[in-house]
Nanobody, 117 residues
Framework: QVQLVESGGGLVQAGGSLRLSCGAS????????MGWFRQAPGKEREVVAA????????YYADFVKGRFSISRDNAKSTVYLQMNSLLPEDTAVYYC??????????WGQGTQVTVSS
């Protein structure tokens, strides 16, 4: 099972940028589709973006298209999420995980992103 540690969150003003990182352990990382997910208070967790093993396949939810960019470095077992033009509605805890998430329902601790208006 891939172990995950997210970082890079923080408090930013609307219109600002953040870059999230997700360090993963486990020998199968480079063969996995990885995704970034987020969960806002009172809402269900939702997928934000996903990236295939070779970075050819990329998926973005409609609400982040043109603003967020997902990338990965298999040599470093790390997935990134560059977030630009942040909006207050982007405020959430952001998680990375395999996509789809594992049946074990394992999740890392996430990283808090707060966007002030």
């Amino acid at each position: 099972q891939v172990q995950l540690v997210e970082s890079g969150g923080g408090l930013v003003q609307a219109g600002g940028s953040l870059r999230l990182s997700c360090g993963a352990s486990g020998r199968t990382f480079r063969s996995k589709v990885m995704g970034w997910f987020r969960q806002a208070p009172g809402k269900e967790r939702e997928v934000v973006a996903a990236i295939g093993p070779s970075s050819v396949y990329k998926y973005y939810a409609d609400f982040v298209k043109g603003r967020f960019s997902i990338s990965r470095d298999n040599a470093k077992s790390t997935v990134y999420l560059q977030m630009n033009s942040l909006l207050p509605e982007d405020t959430a805890v952001y998680y990375c995980n395999t996509n789809p998430p594992p049946t074990s329902d394992y999740w890392g601790q996430g990283t808090q992103v707060t966007v002030s208006s």
